[in-house]
T-cell receptor, first 114, second 115 residues
Framework: AQSVTQLDSHVSVSEGTPVLLRCNYSSSYSPSLFWYVQHPNKGLQLLLK??????LVKGINGFEAEFKKSETSFHLTKPSAHMSDAAEYFC????????????FGAGTRLAVHP | DGGITQSPKYLFRKEGQNVTLSCEQN?????MYWYRQDPGQGLRLIYYSQIVNDFQKGDIAEGYSVSREKKESFPLTVTSAQKNPTAFYLC??????????????FGPGTRLTVL
């Protein structure tokens, strides 16, 4: 069965410094992977997705993620944090059952300090 | 503007009452989904529907019911059988082309509180 583990429940950075949100996945096949962002009391917005094309995926708002099969990781990065990046981030894997069922990680709350 | 609307944004219910959450999309998406979100947890799938008049249980369907009479609409009823209904409920939709599904788009959510 597919699963996803977000290694940090909270991450705190200063504005202008790099962001790293870590995600490991478990899958018996080549998965589709996603990062979504959720601002307080809002719905989720897709940041980026990996679907077996380029292993380095660029998303919106300067975020990118690298698919590393050997490490079963899909970490999210951004070179320079902005105050507006403060939110909850979810790493997500497609469960492979053919019905687009998504399996969500528990989330990482990113705090950005001035 | 195309998108997904959920209403109401906040909903209060007394114990023992059924309540229906609305989800409407004008994206012409085939598939629709309902998720539940609890504090400190990821989203969990309640029900999903690939086409009109068809839907399947997700991981936590007990105490919930849905209908899919129109492509644009996928209402969720939280019944009195749901033991702990207080949560944030999110609706999503996606394109389906054959067996291929594309990323899910989410509505703004409904926060349900049972008093």
């Amino acid at each position: 069965a597919q699963s996803v583990t977000q290694l940090d429940s909270h991450v705190s950075v200063s504005e202008g410094t790099p962001v790293l949100l870590r995600c490991n996945y478990s899958s018996s096949y080549s998965p589709s992977l996603f990062w979504y962002v959720q601002h307080p009391n809002k719905g989720l917005q897709l940041l980026l997705k990996y679907t077996s094309a380029a292993t380095l995926v660029k998303g919106i708002n300067g975020f990118e993620a690298e698919f590393k099969k050997s490490e079963t990781s899909f970490h999210l990065t951004k070179p320079s944090a902005h105050m507006s990046d403060a939110a909850e981030y979810f790493c997500v894997v497609d469960d492979g059952g053919g019905y687009n069922k998504l399996i969500f990680g528990a989330g990482t709350r990113l705090a950005v300090h001035p | 503007d195309g998108g997904i609307t959920q209403s109401p944004k906040y909903l209060f219910r007394k114990e023992g009452q059924n309540v229906t959450l609305s989800c409407e999309q004008n994206l012409n998406h085939d598939a629709m989904y309902w998720y539940r979100q609890d504090p400190g947890q990821g989203l969990r799938l309640i029900y999903y529907s690939q086409i009109v008049n068809d839907f399947q249980k997700g991981d936590i369907a007990e105490g919930y019911s849905v209908s899919r009479e129109k492509k644009e609409s996928f209402p969720l009823t939280v019944t009195s059988a749901q033991k702990n209904p207080t949560a944030f409920y999110l609706c999503a939709s996606s394109i389906a082309v054959g067996l291929l599904f594309y990323e899910q788009f989410f509505g703004p959510g409904t926060r349900l509180t049972v008093l």
